[in-house]
């Protein structure tokens, strides 16, 4: 069965400063791979996808994440964070080709601070 | 175009009760997935549903939950004789037809039980 870890449950960083956002997921097949962003109170946002292709897929809000085969990792990055991305982080893979029936990992919560 | 909505965004019922959350698709999907947040906890898969079909439950609790998607409506969940270990956030996605298109999420229905 598939799986997917966030290893850190919260991430404490400065305005301005780099963050990654770690994950990694366990699958024998294929898989796809997505981050989702939520705010309070929201629901969640789509910010990147890896289907397939080029290993680093940029997102929304100038975040990207590279697929590592090897390291079974897709991590997270962003080169200067800001207030405004304190939010929850999923990050979530799914099997299916139809993309339907994600499983996601618990989340990492993201504290930007001035 | 109105994204994916749920009402109501909060629900409080006291034990013993019936929770029914509404969840109306983006214009044009025709597929719908509720999902259940724990505390502290990421998203989980409840079940995965097309116009009058259920698709995939295999996330349902086995006993008062179910799930619909009527020709006409929102899709609804429905929780009877609701317990403690119900509260939770529930989340709506829906999608195109597999293949065609990526989950949108709504903001979610906070479900407390007293």
């Known amino acids: 069965a598939q799986s997917v870890t966030q290893l850190d449950s919260q991430v404490p960083v400065f305005e301005e400063a780099p963050v990654e956002l770690r994950c990694n997921y366990s699958s024998s097949v294929s898989v796809y791979l997505f981050w989702y962003v939520q705010y309070p109170n929201q629901g969640l946002q789509l910010l990147l996808k890896y289907l397939s292709g080029s290993t680093l897929v940029k997102g929304i809000n100038g975040f990207e994440a590279e697929f590592n085969k090897s390291q079974t990792s897709f991590h997270l990055r962003k080169p200067s964070v800001h207030i405004s991305d304190t939010a929850e982080y999923f990050c979530a893979g799914s099997m299916n080709t139809g993309f339907q029936k994600l499983v996601f990992g618990t989340g990492t919560r993201l504290l930007v601070s001035p | 175009n109105a994204g994916v909505m749920q009402n109501p965004r909060h629900l409080v019922r006291r034990r013993g009760q019936e929770a029914r959350l509404r969840c109306s698709p983006v214009k044009g999907h025709s597929h719908v997935y509720w999902y259940r947040q724990l505390p502290e906890e990421g998203l989980k898969f409840m079940v995965y549903?097309?116009?009058?079909?259920?698709?995939?439950e295999s996330g349902m609790p086995k006993e008062r939950f179910s799930a619909e998607f009527p020709k006409e409506g929102p899709s609804i969940l429905r929780i009877q004789q609701v317990v403690r270990g119900d509260s939770a956030a529930y989340f709506c996605?829906?999608?195109?037809?597999?293949?065609?298109?990526?989950?949108?999420f709504g903001n979610g229905t906070r479900l407390t039980v007293t």
């Open positions: 996605a829906s999608s195109p037809p597999p293949g065609q298109g990526f989950l949108h």
């Open positions: 549903l097309q116009k009058e079909n259920i698709i995939d």
